[in-house]
């Protein structure tokens, strides 16, 4: 992996900061969450820290053959993780009016759906 200037310390994160983001990324989703940028040393928002980190190891990925893979992290972006999409089933079911039991099943169900389409 190639570090241009302003990435040539990867190895100098503090652990702290790896733990903090590590709790955040389970905590927060793609779309609400953010980061702190190693570089920056400030928060920043998932999506912008992980295409900023496509753009740096895309060139790589082509010549591991690897960047088609690499890519689908961007639909991931677009269309949220399974999490993401749970909470909208979720939200979407109590916005109808739902009962909290019956937005839950709409969730779980949407899981399912999921698993059935793959």
Same mark, same amino acid.
């Given at each position: 992996?190639?570090?241009?200037?302003?990435?040539?310390?990867?190895?100098?994160?503090?652990?702290? &900061?790896? !733990?903090?983001?590590?709790?955040?990324?389970?905590?927060?989703?793609?779309? @609400?969450?953010?980061? /702190?940028? *190693?570089?920056?040393?400030?928060?920043?928002?998932?999506?912008?820290?992980?295409?900023?980190? &496509?753009? !740096?190891?895309?060139?790589?990925?082509?010549?591991?053959?690897?960047?088609? @893979?690499?890519?689908? /992290?961007? *639909?991931?972006?677009?269309?949220?993780?399974?999490?993401?999409?749970?909470?909208?089933?979720?939200?979407?079911?109590?916005?109808?009016?739902?009962?909290?039991?019956?937005?839950?099943?709409?969730?779980?169900?949407?899981?399912?759906?999921?698993?059935?389409?793959?």
């Amino acid at each position: 992996l190639r570090y241009g200037k302003q990435h040539q310390r990867p190895d100098l994160l503090a652990s702290q &900061i790896s !733990q903090e983001n590590r709790w955040r990324a389970q905590r927060f989703s793609i779309e @609400e969450g953010s980061l /702190i940028e *190693n570089d920056y040393n400030h928060l920043m928002k998932n999506k912008t820290i992980i295409f900023n980190l &496509i753009e !740096q190891v895309s060139e790589d990925a082509k010549l591991q053959g690897c960047y088609d @893979e690499l890519m689908g /992290i961007t *639909n991931i972006l677009e269309l949220g993780t399974s999490a993401d999409k749970q909470r909208r089933a979720y939200r979407h079911a109590l916005k109808q009016g739902e009962s909290e039991q019956d937005a839950l099943r709409a969730a779980v169900k949407s899981v399912v759906n999921d698993m059935q389409a793959d």
